[in-house]
């Protein structure tokens, strides 16, 4: 039998519910997957947290998995190529991705390098993509000098080493328990708080460039837009993944993944990220797995902030699925 968590109600993840699962047969251009790890990410939760256009309950919950496919639809064809069953993949902008098996359309679906382990593969290509159409959006090269917010988050990790390979450097907020993991990937820190401003001015100086080229905001707050409107003297060389409220005020530019032209260039992105990170050019910090009964809990950690990397949701008989996990939900007069 296989199961998933649903949200059955706009709310926290506290309402959310494990339940069983009828997963579909694959109709042409599909494929099903038995899931091996799921990506947390904020959006999951973030999401379901109140009602969104074109959404109705219950809202099955996850956007990226990695796993192994157990059955293939007619001509169902994969970012990467032909699909089969026994194939190792990973696969994103999924719905519905905490979950032990689950039927979705080949087109999101990538064959996973064997040089990429399955808690990575599962948590690469939503902050992978988004980092890409941030330094995108901003038109970064070469020689620029980028100033990045949060820069030891899920998102910034990947800016981070995404700008080393093109050599763009990067001056990366963080707090001084995290200096160490942004200068491992590249970046110059600072630490966030009062005297940001000047802590940024003053590593310029030292670095003997102009000033900043470019701000990427990953963190919101209203400290990391009213420095990045000080210092960069073109607001389309601003983006935000965070703070889009700010971004209409003061006329920058807002990033997301709902949008057609963010979906288009992510989807554009995957393959070469996954080829990244097979290499070893791209890597995914980890932090944490939890069995899939537990993404409640998984959610609360994350909530708490600076989990140091990404978390993870492991399936299988490990997840502990028992009648204190499980639960049932009516809705159009049957249970799920």
């Known amino acids: 039998m296989a199961w998933h968590w649903i949200a059955p109600e706009w709310g926290s993840p506290e309402q959310w519910r494990f339940v069983e699962n009828i997963v579909p047969v694959p109709g042409p251009g599909e494929v099903t997957l038995r899931v091996r790890a799921a990506g947390v990410n904020p959006a999951d939760a973030k999401h379901v947290a109140s009602p969104r256009p074109g959404r109705e309950l219950p809202v099955a919950i996850g956007y990226e998995v990695a796993g192994t496919v157990i059955a293939v639809g007619p001509e169902a064809s994969g970012v990467t190529g032909p699909l089969a069953v026994g194939d190792e993949v990973l696969a994103f902008r999924v719905t519905g991705g905490y979950a032990t098996e689950l039927t979705v359309p080949a087109e999101k679906v990538l064959h996973r390098p064997s040089t990429l382990n399955i808690a990575e593969a599962a948590n690469l290509l939503l902050a992978g993509t988004t980092a890409a159409e941030m330094l995108h959006a901003v038109d970064a090269r070469a020689g620029d000098t980028v100033l990045l917010h ?165 399936p299988g008989p490990e997840s502990g699925v028992t009648e204190a996990h499980a639960g049932s939900y009516d809705h159009a007069g049957g249970d799920l």
């Open 150 to 314: 949060a820069a030891s988050g899920a998102v910034g990790s990947i800016v981070l080493q995404l700008a080393a390979l093109r050599g763009i450097t990067v001056i990366g907020t963080a707090s001084e328990a995290r200096a160490a993991d942004v200068r491992a990937l590249g970046g110059i820190p600072v630490t966030y708080g009062p005297g940001l401003r000047e802590r940024v001015e003053e590593t310029i100086r030292s670095l003997r460039r102009a000033g900043v080229d470019a701000a990427l905001d990953a963190a919101g707050t209203e400290e990391a837009v009213e420095v990045s409107l000080a210092l960069v003297s073109e607001r389309r060389r601003i983006v935000t993944v965070a703070a889009p409220g700010r971004a209409e005020e003061h006329g920058f530019q807002a990033l997301a993944g709902t949008k057609p032209d963010s979906a288009t260039f992510r989807d554009a992105a995957r393959s070469d990220l996954v080829t990244l990170a097979g290499r070893g050019l791209l890597r995914v910090p980890l932090s944490r797995s939890y069995p899939l009964s537990e993404a409640r809990e998984a959610h609360r950690f994350l909530s708490q902030g600076h989990p140091g990397g990404k978390l993870t949701l492991i």
